[in-house]
């Protein structure tokens, strides 16, 4: 008899228990769907938080409405249902669940049931992750931004309470209390860790919520229209049937690439990228982009079709044609060429021999001319020059006539004294003692102690020119953070993006390629060849100086016949050897 009694306890014990644990024993008639709307709480431990039905619709339609929480804890692997008792650390109130006092074991997913209409009804699932230290994982937002006005603190959305902030764990002074914190003129400084905590009160007991966001200023891109350096448009590449080509498409976008910069090849209008036979690679250094398109092997239907290398950027989209034809189409050209220039010779030679010969005497008396033009034409420009600054010479703010780029480190030793010669000796002596111009050089014009980087920036916006002396031993890959490399940057981006500055290229002996040159340095020797400076050419008058006065701005005349009647007082007739 006590067996049986027993044994009806148990199964009564274990039908209770099943009623409140399932939480699929409740209404089990009834198939809740299951909604969409899903959160992942990440929170630390010791806090508290309450959590609102994530659905938005389930959170705020409670009249005539019914809620049942549970939870399926990790550790426990059990579902269980949540009371509604608020002495108890875990329970809810409607759509709203409260969890007090965070500890490890909190860990879970927590499902809100909520019958809307009579037999009807939804679930939802929220996973809280409690975390017993300060990790990465709790960070919300963490995306860089240029500029920083305010960070909204996303804790006490739904509660009445009180919000603190800290930057870096560290109490904020002088702060303004509220959900939004306002940074005044952000910079660099002001990234870190900022966290906001909100104290609120429930069954009047206060608790603390809270929320860290990293802030990052990424810094602010230059804006600059994409520049095709390679290929020309319209260009033409000869290859035959089932050769491989290799076509290189380079545009410089300035020295800071942006996000939304790319470049990309088209056949006909259709991307290469992934197709069969197309193969392509890219690189980006020094503000270009280069995306290099390998046809492997080159079909007729590539010789009847036009490729395009298109670039973008954030504002508009450019692009340049590329066509290939095979070898014996241009043969053809040529052979047709040929046969119509013996037809029209064998008709016509004996009755316009006299026309050709008259033609033939001027030709060669123009090529005389031009010749003499060509060969006296730069003494003829700088002479007119001189007397056009008399009449037309203003002022244009400018404190300097060239400033001088060149390499100062990481040359060999007969390299640097190459240079050293040139840039202290040759260069200053001809242009300011002889022609009185205004040059400033590294080491000489500025002064110890000084912001290098300020410097360059300010010296460079006040020359007219820029004098970049080209070495065997300049490199490409010079550091990043020395004074030659910066004062090379500024100033191609100077050129080449603003187009304020000219350039003039002075090259130091001779050089099989410029491979080793930047592409910036590779792709102003592509517009203009540089001035080849042979060791000895100390004579203002020598045809190098000469080019060399060429490029640069114009000397007032009072100031040129001024330092020159001074340099040769005092130096004497042997500059002028």
Known sequence: MMRKMMMMLQIILLLTNSVLVSSYGLNSTVQCERGDASETQEVRAGESVFLPCPNLQCFEETVNTTYVWFRNLSTIKQVERIGTEESERIHYHQSVLYILWLNLNDTGRYIT????????????????????????????DTLPEQVVSRINCPVCEDEQGSIIWYKDFSLIPNQEPGKVLRIQNSSKESEGIYTCVCTWEHHGIKHNSSSSRRVTISPQTISSPPKFLLPINNSIVIADVGSEVILNCSVFYGLTVCDQCSIYWEKNGLMLDGLNGYKLKYRETDGTIQSVLTITKVSESDLHSEFHCKATDSIKVIFVSVTLNSRATFVHIYQGCQVEGTVLVEGTVSSVLPVILACICTFLVFLLVGGMLKWFSLDLV?????????????????????????????????????????????????LESYYGFKLFIHGRDDLPGEDCMNLIETKIQLSRRLIIILTLGASAEISSNSPEAYDLQVGLHQALV????????????????YTHLSLGLQHLLRQNSPLLWRDGESSPNSRFWKRVRYQMPAV???????????????SGPGLLV
């Open 556 to 570: 007032s005349s009072y100031q040129s016949s001024r330092v020159k009647s001074r340099s040769m007082t005092a």
């Open 498 to 513: 603003q187009g304020e500055t000219g350039v003039i290229l002075i090259q130091l002996g001779k050089m099989q390629d």
């Open 113 to 140: 049931r909520w019958w809307y209409e009579k037999g009807q009804c939804a679930e939802f699932e929220t996973d809280v992750v409690v975390y017993e230290e300060f990790s990465t994982n709790l960070l919300y």
């Open 382 to 430: 700088l002479f007119l020059r001189e007397i056009f600054i008399k009449l037309y010479s203003k002022e244009d703010g400018k404190l300097y006539d060239a400033y001088v780029i060149y390499q100062r480190n990481n040359l060999d030793e007969m390299t640097s004294k190459t240079v050293s010669d040139f840039v202290s000796g040759s260069l200053p002596k001809v």
